[in-house]
């Protein structure tokens, strides 16, 4: 079985590793010439230990112990049972193409995806190389979009693509009064309906970001928080990400059963953050592990699916959350609420969702009144 992946990024470089140990014949073509550019800090959950069944220990820089919840007038502190990981996006794929490599795999770089037609069981791939200019055509019997959030692959196959979302990210020198162990999060509904960020990467520099629905409107809103803040600017990192639908995570795309996206090309995605690393890398197991056992990958995403579901869920409640309600919320943490967001990580909703409701129902009446105000 040969196996053809495109983009050499977080979600394909994985899939690639997990298929070629299994002795699968796997090429992975990456339109970019080298890994990891544009260059990209990523806080992520511990969660990513247990998915990809190791530490990336050499593409981690930094761990965080303590979160910083700020609304209008109330704040909140959590301390991590287990830390959060701030990595170095081109180390963990230079890692994850190591691992590829030596499983097998082989790596085509300044190649860009630009069709497939389907032969019978058989695909055949257009490539063109991007130092030449020609066009090369590879026959394949499993085609992977892992080609992001505007996949060549997903619109090849004629699915119309996902609502995209703005992320401006900043490198800043981290403020003297911050602790390289804590990350900071503001709510401010009025600059955008997601938050702010600073995650320090080390004592010396930190990440400052937001999201919002444009980049435009996301860069206008960071440099405001930058200045307000005055914070030294080193440099920006922008990109838009593919929001998760309820309806659809990535089944097959063609009849033919052997077309499939994943990662940000398939959505899979966490909506309240809008994280896409530890997702992503679970739906690259979730593939791999279709594809090596001959099973249905929809049905092997279903314990991704509740859990992107649920941070659906809760994004459509807080899209409608005034400064009044991050108030009310944040001083609920105060109860129980907070040894739970201590104990499970952002990427195991689907465990802490009931326990949070059980221990504080208020927070059904704050949800609600949210939706209310979607439907007026
Ligand atoms: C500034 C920024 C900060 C972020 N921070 C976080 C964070 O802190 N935590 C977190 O979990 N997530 C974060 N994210 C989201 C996260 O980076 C993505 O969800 C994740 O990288 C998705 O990985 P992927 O492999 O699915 O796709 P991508 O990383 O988008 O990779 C797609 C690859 O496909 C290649 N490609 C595209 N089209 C073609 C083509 N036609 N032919 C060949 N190759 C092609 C691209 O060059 C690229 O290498 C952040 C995103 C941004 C932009």
Redesign the pocket.
């Known amino acids: 079985m040969k196996v053809s992946v495109?983009?050499?990024?977080?979600?394909?470089l994985f899939t690639a590793y997990l298929l070629a140990k299994e002795g699968v014949e796997v090429e992975v073509?990456?339109?970019?010439n080298v890994l990891g550019w544009p260059p990209?800090?990523?806080?992520?959950t511990n969660k990513i230990n247990e998915i990809l069944d190791f530490i990336p220990e050499e593409a981690i820089i930094n761990r965080i112990r303590y979160v910083e919840l700020f609304s209008r007038s109330r704040s909140a502190r959590l301390e991590l049972s287990s830390p959060d990981l701030v990595v170095e996006?081109e180390k963990l794929l230079n890692l994850l193409a190591r691992l590829a490599k030596e499983a097998g795999a082989k790596m085509v770089f300044n190649?860009?995806?630009?069709g497939f037609a389907q032969f019978g069981r058989k695909i055949v791939v257009s490539l063109r190389n991007l130092e030449t200019g020609e066009e090369h055509r590879r026959s394949t019997d499993i085609l992977i979009g892992?080609?992001?959030?505007?996949?060549?692959v997903s619109r090849a196959a004629s699915r119309n693509g996902h609502h995209l979302t703005a992320?401006?990210?900043a490198k800043v020198l981290l403020p003297e009064k911050a602790n390289a162990d804590t990350s900071q999060v503001w709510f401010d509904s009025d600059q955008t309906k997601y938050f702010h960020w600073l995650?320090p990467e080390s004592n010396r520099v930190g990440a400052v970001?937001l999201i919002t629905e444009n980049i435009q409107e996301a860069d206008a809103c960071l440099k405001v928080f930058l200045k307000k803040r005055g914070l030294e600017t080193l440099e920006f990192?922008?990109?838009l990400?593919p929001m998760h639908h309820f309806e659809w995570l990535g089944g097959f795309l063609t009849p033919g059963r052997n077309v499939f996206v994943?990662?940000?090309?398939a959505g899979?995605?966490k909506v309240t953050?809008?994280?896409?690393?530890?997702?992503?890398l679970h739906g690259a197991r979730a593939l791999a592990t279709a594809v090596l056992n001959g099973k249905n990958y929809r049905k092997e995403l279903r314990e991704l699916k509740l859990e992107l579901d649920l941070h659906l869920l809760v994004r459509r409640v807080l899209n409608w959350f005034n400064e009044k309600d991050y108030d009310s919320l944040l001083s609920m943490l105060d109860g129980g609420l907070k040894d739970i967001l201590q104990e499970w990580t952002r990427d195991e909703l689907s465990n802490s969702f009931l326990s949070l409701i059980l221990k504080e129902p208020r927070l059904i009446t704050l949800g609600a009144k949210a939706l209310l105000k979607s439907l007026l």
Do not use: K, M, N
Not at 146 to 152: K, R, V
Not at 262 to 265: H, L, R, S
Not at 273 to 280: A, E, K
């Open positions: 495109i983009g050499a990024s977080v979600s394909g073509y990456e339109r970019g990209r800090t990523l806080i992520v996006r190649h860009q995806f630009e892992a080609d992001g959030a505007l996949s060549a992320l401006v990210q995650i970001g990192q922008t990109a990400i994943v990662g940000d090309a899979q995605v953050t809008v994280g896409g690393v530890v997702t992503g």
